[in-house]
């Protein structure tokens, strides 16, 4: 059975930081690109990164520089580390999975067919 477990997600005051990790069960994640997305209430979900089969990362631009994504091959899990974090980037945090192997990444949120159970990130003093 394919499955995505999120993991990590707390309570941070603003400037802290936290690592999500997103494990992959039923398939192997470096043949796919693996996306963050975070939705906050009343919001769209929106793409926060991803890492693409290929090894390429990207990121939106509000955490450009804050956000880091990597992947760990022989646990089949990808993280999401997260510093300098404001109370706009709270929200509760999903890990998803391409819809096709090794295709153009992308952070569309239309791409992605298979989604974890999602993570909350509560930044607050």
């Known amino acids: 059975q394919l499955q995505l477990v999120e993991s990590g997600g707390g309570l941070v005051q603003p400037g802290g930081s936290l690592r999500l990790s997103c494990a992959a069960s039923?398939?192997?994640?470096?043949?796919?690109?693996i996306g963050w997305f975070r939705q906050a209430p009343g919001k769209e979900r929106e793409g926060v990164s991803y890492?693409?089969?290929?090894?390429?990362?990207n990121y939106r631009d509000s955490v450009k520089g804050r956000f880091t994504i990597s992947r760990d091959i022989p646990k089949n899990t990808v993280y999401l580390q997260m510093n300098s974090l404001s109370p706009e980037d709270t929200a509760v945090y999903y890990c998803?999975?391409?819809?096709?192997?090794?295709?153009?990444?992308?952070?569309?949120?239309?791409?992605?067919?298979?989604w974890g159970q999602g993570t909350q990130v509560t930044v607050s003093s």
């Open positions: 998803a999975k391409r819809r096709n192997r090794y295709t153009i990444p992308t952070m569309n949120v239309g791409s992605y067919d298979l």
């Open positions: 039923g398939f192997t994640l470096d043949s796919y690109t």
């Open positions: 890492f693409s089969s290929s090894g390429s990362t």
